[in-house]
């Protein structure tokens, strides 16, 4: 049964009790407070958790003239990974598989046939062993292995998905790193913070973390960067929904109550433009540029300047952290990771641009890094083409999902664990 017409009414009516107690301009004067007075050296603890590299500035680039503009980079890699999502069976085994494929622009094909296949199952039995090494398919062009996850008493399904996600994607990207000629960019964060943030959950997490199997697949992005550095190749992550909480929490460790869920929708606010009446010809990010009076202005992408970030689950990496006690061969904190964001106001969607301090210390690198993001959202209004493109070939889809827990069913002689939900909405047959 569908809401009543008055249901929604009534509904709708309660926005107005609230929208009443908020002021945004309120919220407008506090982040420009943020932005001018606490990102310049914003501190957690007596750590340094987000500081400038170089410029502290918020700067705009017309739409059209962004994508017109020239590519740094002549080619662009884009590498991904996809799963079918955890899955419990009867028979107490979790399974996930994850898929990873890089992909290029202009296209190659013959790079677009190569994947790296990961199974990581986490078994109640803790007799069973199912660890298997490399094998390959395809004629070579398909990796692929399964891996026995740690047993842990609870987070099964969250411990085999971050496993098989990030085992898949750096084997990939390091298997195919010489392929890489101008730019490397991940689909997501450098650095499998999935894993660094298991502390934050469970005791129990966090100790696993710190297992061998678990630091081995961190231990692959170590290496992925020191091979970059070695060739002089930049890498980069692309993340399209950035969740990080790091600089909202610092803030209110320091008394300030910050109205923001999350630190992108600080970041929103801040590089949001608007019309003001007073202003009609405002293009800054003054009082006028943050103001929530009138439309939206939408004629330019808006973004940072660079930013070092060694908080929340950055700090395992920071140069005052310990990466899980992997050893780092070059100087701690070369791989640090940094970022950019970036506004489309089109499409009122936020991203970030991350990459390691080894390549954003230089500033001609963080130039090109910035214009070709610039040029890619402008031109796709969204991510780069070859992360795109990395996630297309990536990508199981529902019905491949669906066809995959079933050969698994028939292998293991045992049904998926269903709940309500799967019959709800469809996901199961009974």
Known sequence: MTLDPIHVENIARLAYGIASDVDTTDHDDLAERVWRDWLPELRRDGRVVVEPVGDHERRLAPIDDAALAERPFETVHGLDSGTINPTTFKNGLVVDVAHAAMASEPTDLDLHRERTIVATVHAGDSTADFDG???????????????????????????????????????????????????????????????????????????LAREAKPRAVVEKYVRLVERFVERDVPLAGFVKNPSSGAIVRALARKGVEPPWPDDTALFTRLLERREDPERPTDEGFGRGGASRRGDRLDDALTFTTWFHSRGGADATMAADGDALGIDRELDPELYEPTFTVVYDPRTDVTYKLEAPYAFTRDAETRDRLTRQVLAEVATTRGPPEAVAKADELARIDATEKAAL???FEERFDSDQQATYDDLRWGKAQF
């Open 405 to 407: 827990r079933r050969k």
């Open 133 to 207: 090494d490399w094998t390959e398919r395809d004629e070579g062009h398909t990796r692929q292995r399964v891996l026995h996850a740690p047993r842990v008493n609870r987070y099964a399904e969250g411990v085999v998905h971050a496993l098989a996600l990030y085992l898949a994607e750096g084997t990939h990207a390091l298997d195919h790193a010489d392929e890489v000629d101008d730019l490397l960019v991940l689909d997501g964060p450098i650095y499998p913070k999935e894993l660094f943030t298991w502390d934050d959950r469970n005791p129990e997490l966090g100790a």
